[in-house]
């Protein structure tokens, strides 16, 4: 029971050092439009986002406040429910390992669509015992249950990983096949069914954006997708993965109820590595398999007898160490640059294999620069004050917008060369790039204006290298397209 205590202990204090983190990195493009915009892709993400902002003003500690919450109250799930599945004491190191992993320290840190599916995930794991264990056939626990697959759809469009894992958890272990026609299953697939026809309903309105990427197709490079689970999960706790396959089919303690993590584990493993290459960093939506696979791991790592107590707290000891110090690595993103070491993968990316950026682009680059390249982008626009703002990417619109202090609308290309805003007529943009090739503004963007020419050029540095390279162009006199 001590030893619980101390668990609830450094939980806490883990949650506060997770908040102290919050403003020392900043917002990542995904972040900071879901900061801005309550439309965004993942509602749920967004409105957590705004109400962390109204609550502790525009920053990152605001925008992110929710996420150590949901990873504290991730654990706690976690704790109940396997102390209910097994014992308190495989409980506590589900939670250690769970707390170690690189993909959830990330997600702690980090308010993504990732952050939601760890805890969407671990709340639907306790409720779905929950209400398998009462007879009543519509318990509470059963709607708990479709609210968290509900909020999948809402936090990572369309939420098909945990969906598939709840259902895989109601018909692969034989004593639960019968609750695929009870009532409260029939609750759980029409609170998810409604929410992917509102997500439907929104693809249809604004033109299935989703086809309009590649996130919609497999990755079908198993080692490159290989490689991202070593970075996001460790490859210690990998290994150890492997091991706990080969012997978890023919062991009859994960039977019946007893199977729910593992068959929460397996669809959304399957699904992550088709689709979880997609994710952008620092989201590790897909890589919520991993706190299922937590549970499986401290349990096996329990009750396996083939090695001496010693050999298995060594094993787990150096697994727990290898991960902390990996998910260290991952958190504060700019060691290499720290260290002096050139990052030089970036550039050998080629252009059709851009989902492979998760794991070779310098996660650096993602979440640092961007306050230094919105204080240049205001100077620039102070120079036209009348002037609107047009970034070459929408990530990088996201970004500048959220940490500009001129207050302007940051346009994408894509809305600025389609634009036929009549406001817009005869006034001057503020055209702003990271590609150190461009030497005019975008040809699709230039047609709109009647001339242009270099602003200004500049290297945005962090800890004596460069994170990216700055070209600031003037465009002059906006003329809306002939019809």
Not at 213 to 232: G, H, Q, S
Not at 278 to 303: C, R, S
Not at 371 to 382: I, N, V, Y
Not at 398 to 408: D, H, K, P, Q
Request: charged content about 15%.
């Amino acid at each position: 029971m001590r030893r619980q205590r101390f668990l609830f202990i450094a939980l806490g204090l883990l949650t506060l050092w997770r908040w102290a983190l919050l403003p020392t990195l900043e917002l990542a493009p995904g972040e900071a439009a879901a900061a801005l915009a309550a439309g965004h892709d993942a509602p749920l993400v967004s409105w957590l986002a705004k109400a962390g902002t109204a609550m502790f003003g525009k920053g990152e500690f605001g925008a992110r406040f929710f996420a150590p919450l949901l990873a504290l109250l991730a654990s706690l799930a976690v704790w109940r429910f396997t102390r209910g599945l097994f014992d308190p004491m495989i409980a506590g190191w589900a939670v250690v390992v769970l707390n170690v992993l690189p993909a959830f320290n990330l997600a702690a840190i980090t308010l993504t669509p990732g952050t939601l599916l760890f805890f969407l995930t671990a709340v639907a794991l306790l409720c779905l015992r929950t209400a398998l264990l009462h007879a009543h056939p519509l318990h509470g626990a059963w709607f708990a249950t479709a609210a968290c697959a509900a909020g999948a759809v809402f936090a990572a469009p369309p939420g098909v990983a945990l969906m598939a894992g709840i259902l895989t958890a109601l018909a692969w272990p034989r004593r639960l096949r019968h609750h695929l026609k009870a009532p409260g299953f029939m609750v759980i697939a029409s609170a998810w069914g409604a929410a992917v026809l509102l997500w439907a309903v929104f693809q249809h309105r604004n033109g299935w954006p989703l086809f309009e990427t590649p996130a919609w197709r497999p990755a079908l490079a198993f080692v490159p997708n290989l490689f991202r689970w070593i970075v996001l999960g460790s490859p210690v706790l990998l290994m150890l993965v492997v091991l706990v396959a080969r012997l978890v089919a023919p062991n009859a303690a994960l039977v019946g109820i007893r199977a729910m993590p593992l068959a929460f584990l397996l669809p959304m493993a399957a699904l992550d590595l088709f689709y979880g290459p997609w994710d952008g960093w620092p989201d590790t939506g897909g890589a919520a398999w991993l706190l299922p696979a937590a549970i499986v791991l401290a349990h096996q790592g329990a009750v396996f007898g083939a090695l001496p107590s010693e050999q298995k707290i060594s094993l787990r000891t150096i697994a727990i160490v290898c991960a902390a110090l990996q998910s260290a690595f991952i958190m504060q993103s700019d060691l290499p640059r720290t260290l002096g070491l050139p990052w030089r993968f970036t550039g050998k990316v080629p252009p059709h294999t851009e989902w492979s950026r998760f794991f070779i682009a310098e996660p650096s680059a993602v979440m640092r620069g961007w306050r230094e390249s919105a204080r240049l982008f205001d100077a620039a626009l102070e120079k036209a004050p009348k002037a609107f703002a047009v970034a070459s990417n929408a990530q990088m619109a996201a970004a500048l917008e959220f940490y500009t202090r001129s207050g302007v609308r940051v346009w994408d290309l894509v809305q600025a060369s389609q634009g036929s805003d009549a406001a817009f007529r005869g006034r001057d943009a503020v055209f702003i790039t990271d590609d150190p090739a461009a030497t005019a503004p975008p040809p699709e963007l230039a047609r709109r204006f009647a001339s242009w020419n270099l602003l200004s050029v500049a290297r945005v540095m962090h800890a004596g290298n460069e994170v990216r390279w700055l070209k600031i162009f003037s465009c002059h006199d906006f003329r809306p397209p002939e019809l």
